[in-house]
């Protein structure tokens, strides 16, 4: 249940690093990030079904469809909002949401599929005498990889410093020369890219317009216990709650299982109101 957990852990991570890169650079969850996996997803199995590309051609197309999504979004919608508050800002994400839900349930139907993967879900290999089915250690080993260039990424390279400085202080970034509009549509081509990562990973074992509701949800839920500003923290969070959720059903509740979840949140953030691995600032006027 252990391995389990870390293995559901994983996909979490990478909707939780989605939205810790778009927070870090704005200050604002973005809660279509589910929804535009989805369309990313629906968009590969469009290329893999219907234009017969092979994967080597279909998943560089989906990336490049991920993150163009993503710049396009925050260009046409994000950046045409007049001075809107983070609530405001929230409530367009939850709008897109609903949008790009709405648009593959009316392309694609509500009928599950699946989408062919080069790996088998139903693939098993043995560790010790734990079995671990191929498809989740890969995606184990995706959101390790992910998590390190990410953290190499904003901590060491000029164009990671220049969002950090974005989302610090948006004027003082504008005064110092950084095109602060290019690195937000920036960030959400890069965020777009991560989400659809984990879509595509989850795609070998269902694809129907809610399949990513679950998982963003609990990506969220790990990126609020580690700290929304911290990559690092997002995964460790992440880890925790799928081993957490995976105990829980198997000793205590089965139903209960998602639940548990959000009363680990409740629980952080009347503890520590930033995360676990984040810093509380305090600003004296």
Not at 51 to 73: E, S
Not at 74 to 91: C, M
Not at 167 to 190: D, E, S
Request: charged residues 10%; contains cysteine.
């Amino acid at each position: 249940m252990i391995v389990s957990g870390i293995a559901a852990g994983s996909t979490y991570a990478l909707m939780g690093m989605a939205m810790v890169i778009i927070y870090k650079t704005s200050e604002v969850p973005n809660f279509a990030q589910g929804e535009m996996a989805l369309a990313t997803s629906f968009f590969t199995l469009m290329l893999l079904e219907q234009r017969g590309l092979p994967y080597h051609l279909a998943f560089p197309a989906a990336f490049l469809f991920a993150i163009g999504l993503g710049c396009l979004l925050e260009f046409a919608v994000l950046r045409r909002a007049k001075e809107p508050s983070v609530l405001g800002f929230i409530v367009i994400t939850i709008g897109l949401e609903m949008i790009l839900m709405g648009l593959v349930s009316w392309k694609f139907g509500a009928d599950p599929k699946t989408m062919p993967f080069p790996i088998s879900p139903y693939d098993s290999i043995a560790i010790g005498g734990v079995f671990i089915s191929s498809l989740e250690l890969l995606t184990l080993f995706v959101a390790l990889v992910l998590m390190i260039i990410l953290f190499i990424f904003f901590r060491f390279s000029k164009l990671g410093m220049a969002m950090k400085a974005t989302q610090q202080n948006h004027t003082a970034a504008r005064l110092m020369g950084i095109r602060t509009n290019r690195m937000l549509m920036l960030t959400w081509g890069i965020s777009s890219l991560v989400g659809c990562t984990a879509g595509l990973l989850i795609s070998p074992i269902t694809m129907q317009p809610y399949m990513m509701w679950d998982p963003m949800l609990k990506g969220f839920a790990a990126a609020v216990m580690g700290g929304m500003t911290s990559l690092p923290g997002a995964v460790f969070g992440a880890y925790i709650l799928g081993i957490i959720e995976n105990l829980f059903g198997g000793y205590v509740s089965i139903e209960f299982k998602s639940v548990i979840a959000f009363i680990i949140i409740v629980l952080v953030l009347c503890i520590r109101p930033s995360g676990l691995f984040s810093r509380h600032y305090v600003k004296k006027v």
